[in-house]
């Protein structure tokens, strides 16, 4: 199976730029014809989060329209910027609300099954994984006994060292996660969002791969007293090619061409 990952769009309004210099609606449109032209075809298009800076109902028409053009089944759970209603509203099939009003997401690729879970603290850029969502994806991954798993979550469950961004990282429900991985054996892969780099960690020896921007970066300055701080670095996105009994391998690609030298 091969997963597209796209991560932290930011949409604003048409005409708006984000933080008064990234056209992120123009980098949508760039990445989704990327998408739309890959061959072989993605199986899935995983999108990690922060899909909307402004989490109107009509800022994400605009993304579940843009993401249609990919022509690609998608799954999406939220980031920090996100609002659950309107993005629920507009991404039905990407999404699944769970009765305590969590958006989480679920697709069966084949044996592999791939499960989204909401990390998202209304109000807040932190991200949790509290006692009900904890619960929530033990069910799941009791459901799922017996076959290989992809987890995907907006906030990575590790502290990257950029200490801007681990002041917003996951501030609940690592040490249970990992205990869940431990306990229900099979997940290959936990891909992740919100740093806007390409970083990769492990958790109880599950791979994380934390996928970089489509749209701007954040910084690579690890210093303790760095400040958060967004750059220009080329638009990206990752695949994933899952191969039962042999893991996930991981691509970093670029949205554009490099200019010739
Ligand atoms: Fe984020």
């Known amino acids: 199976?091969?997963?597209?990952?796209?991560?932290?769009?930011?949409?604003?309004?048409?005409?708006?730029?984000?933080?008064?210099?990234?056209?992120?609606?123009?980098?949508?449109?760039?990445?989704?014809?990327?998408?739309?032209?890959?061959?072989?075809?993605?199986?899935?298009?995983?999108?990690?989060?922060?899909?909307?800076?402004?989490?109107?109902?009509?800022?994400?028409?605009?993304?579940?329209?843009?993401?249609?053009?990919?022509?690609?089944?998608?799954?999406?759970?939220?980031?920090?910027?996100?609002?659950r209603e309107p993005m629920a509203t507009a991404l039905p099939a990407a999404t699944?609300?769970?009765?305590d009003g969590f958006l989480h997401a679920f697709k069966a690729l084949g044996d592999l099954a791939v499960i989204g879970v909401d990390t998202l603290v209304e109000g807040a850029s932190h991200g949790e994984l509290c006692e009900k969502r904890l619960a929530a994806l033990e069910a799941t991954m009791r459901a799922t006994a017996g076959q290989e798993r992809l987890i995907v979550m907006h906030h990575p469950p590790f502290a990257t060292g950029l200490a801007a961004m681990d002041a917003i990282g996951l501030r609940r429900g690592t040490a249970e996660l990992a205990a869940l991985l431990a306990a229900h054996p099979g997940t290959q892969a936990i891909l992740c969002g919100h740093v806007h780099r390409?970083?990769?960690?492990?958790?109880?020896?599950?791979?994380?791969?934390?996928?970089?921007?489509?749209?701007?970066a954040i910084a690579?300055?690890?210093?303790?007293?760095?400040?958060?701080?967004?750059?220009?670095?080329?638009?990206?996105?990752?695949?994933?090619?899952?191969?039962?009994?042999?893991?996930?391998?991981?691509?970093?690609a670029f949205v554009d061409d490099h200019p010739a030298l």
């Open 198 to 216: 390409s970083i990769q960690a492990s958790l109880a020896g599950v791979p994380i791969r934390l996928a970089p921007s489509a749209s701007h």
């Open 96 to 99: 699944r609300m769970d009765a």
């Open 220 to 252: 690579l300055d690890l210093d303790p007293a760095a400040p958060y701080r967004f750059v220009h670095e080329p638009a990206q996105f990752m695949l994933h090619h899952w191969r039962r009994g042999e893991g996930v391998v991981s691509h970093v």
């Open 1 to 83: 199976m091969l997963i597209a990952h796209l991560t932290d769009t930011h949409i604003v309004r048409p005409g708006m730029l984000f933080a008064g210099r990234f056209d992120t609606l123009a980098a949508l449109d760039r990445a989704v014809a990327r998408l739309a032209a890959l061959r072989p075809r993605p199986d899935l298009l995983v999108v990690s989060g922060d899909l909307a800076e402004d989490g109107t109902p009509e800022v994400y028409a605009l993304i579940a329209e843009r993401l249609a053009r990919t022509g690609l089944p998608l799954l999406a759970v939220p980031g920090n910027h996100d609002a």
